[in-house]
Nanobody
């Protein structure tokens, strides 16, 4: 049971990336999916999350208007479309799943996987 984030890379300021989150060993309708990031020397922070049923979403202030979270339960994939990227978005991005929590507290998510590195050059 794990998740794998992919799609990171090096992009210039103002560019876009789409991150994917692939589940193995379980289905993504298991619960809420959250995207988190951790920059060097900083704590992990929540970026966005999406509920399993009605598709409700939440965005951190830093992501509002620039990032879009989505999920395709049929394909067992979740996505984070990131536009107008800034150097401060540089971090390792992780996706995580929680069966009974919808929010930005990483401690409430119980399934994690490898992250993907996003580097935004100025």
């Amino acid at each position: 049971v794990q998740l794998q984030a992919s799609g990171g890379g090096l992009v210039q300021t103002g560019g876009s990336l789409r991150l994917s989150c692939t589940a193995s060993g379980f289905t993504l309708d298991y619960g809420a999916i959250g995207w988190f990031r951790q920059a060097p020397g900083k704590e992990r922070e929540g970026v966005s999350c999406i509920s399993p049923r009605d598709g409700s979403t939440y965005y951190d202030e830093s992501a509002k208007g620039r990032f879009t979270i989505s999920r395709d339960n049929a394909k067992n994939l979740a996505y984070l479309q990131m536009n107008i990227l800034k150097p401060e978005d540089t971090a390792v991005y992780h996706c995580a799943a929680s069966p009974n929590y919808f929010g930005q507290d990483p401690g409430r998510y119980n399934i994690w996987g490898r992250g993907t590195l996003v580097t935004v050059s100025s």
